[in-house]
């Protein structure tokens, strides 16, 4: 299926059989991969936030920023650009979404985790096995929930013993960009939970959580991304995790940015701008502004600014001054 937009052409693929639009990737190629060298240009990977429920949440959400990065003044960053590919995958339980409540019958709309991480996961296989993400090497950017899942990836898996291509697209990540992400579940809901919130705002947070990680408050420990393993045995390629976040989001608190960057150093990981040396695993901290939605809404500028910013540190040593005439014979 295509989805025209202003600048480009999008096509809808699927990754399982059988086919579902909860299972399937958008992905754009702004030339033939074989004319995007592999040594100097990337994959960008967007997995999409709406608390892990939301029907009116997809993968759809990266196209202001692709329409952005995609117009004629940002070229430069364009060419060191292999694809672009937004990530669907199956949804919890939301029967009083106001205009498309979940039925208790539909098999893709009342799945819990690992259900939405195991799709993310089937979906970077059959990039790794199709388009190459792994030897391109990819940048992961995921808002919300999407920033949760893309965290979740860290865990302590024996890589090894993964299905090869999807070894393969574990060590391809080079870069996360995490956008208003969740990382400690228990706190989420507790945060929430207070005197000072009211009992809408507390029976939709523990909705969110209970509808995706279950009712016993102790199975949200292990899925919090605070507790997964950032080390490089499991991610050797990965250099930079940019946690960015809007003060005037008012759905995921700043606290959660703070405690997933005491996770990060307690395993070595450093600010940006804390050592003399260039360390090879860098938190980056940036400011947004509007909503929570806002971030990935209108022009997609914000978001298209930071994995621009990503992209020159990434590429910053490799000549992007190459035509792109010539198969390169991937």
């Known amino acids: 299926m295509f989805v025209n937009t202003p600048h480009h052409q999008f096509v809808r693929t699927f990754y399982t059989i059988p086919h579902h639009v909860l299972q399937s990737i958008t992905i754009w190629l702004p030339r033939p991969l074989d004319y995007s060298p592999i040594k100097s240009t990337i994959w960008i990977i967007y997995v999409h936030g709406g608390a892990w429920r939301d029907p009116e949440c997809d993968s759809d959400q990266f196209i202001p920023t692709v329409n952005y990065l995609s117009h004629a003044s940002n ?5 060191g650009i292999a694809g672009f590919a937004s990530i669907n995958y199956r949804l919890s339980p939301y029967p009083d979404h106001t205009r498309n409540g979940s039925d208790p019958q539909d098999a893709y709309r009342n799945v819990q985790h690992p259900a939405h991480l195991q799709d993310v996961v089937q979906a970077l296989e059959y990039l790794s096995k ?4 792994d030897a391109y090497g990819w940048i992961g950017v ?3 929930a999407g920033a949760t899942l893309l965290t979740q990836l ?3 898996v024996d890589i090894a013993a993964l299905p090869k291509n999807i070894q393969r697209a574990y060590l391809g990540l080079h870069s996360l960009i995490l956008i ?3 990382y400690d579940l228990p706190r989420f809901v507790r945060n929430h939970s207070g005197a000072d919130s009211s009992k809408t705002i507390k029976d939709i947070y523990m909705a969110i959580v209970t509808g995706a990680f279950g009712q016993d408050p102790l199975l949200w420990v292990a899925p919090s991304p605070i507790h997964r393993n950032f080390g490089m045995e499991n991610w050797p390629s990965l250099r930079f995790i940019v946690m960015a976040r809007s003060d005037q989001d008012q759905l995921v608190e700043e606290e959660q940015n703070n ?4 996770a990060l ?14 360390p090879e695993r860098q938190i980056w901290r940036r400011s947004l502004s509007g909503a929570h939605d806002d971030v990935w809404k209108t022009d997609g500028g914000q978001i298209a600014m930071l994995i621009e910013e990503v ?5 910053e040593n490799v000549d992007r001054g190459e035509v792109y005439g010539e198969e390169v014979g991937v």
């Open 75 to 79: 070229q430069d960053t364009m060419s």
């Open 130 to 133: 199709h388009f190459l993400i």
């Open 142 to 144: 995921g808002h919300s």
């Open 154 to 156: 860290l865990s302590d």
């Open 180 to 182: 208003a992400g969740i």
């Open 259 to 262: 405690v997933m960057d005491v």
């Open 265 to 278: 150093r307690a395993q070595g990981w450093v600010g940006e701008r804390e050592s003399d040396t260039i």
């Open 311 to 315: 992209l020159d540190r990434l590429l």
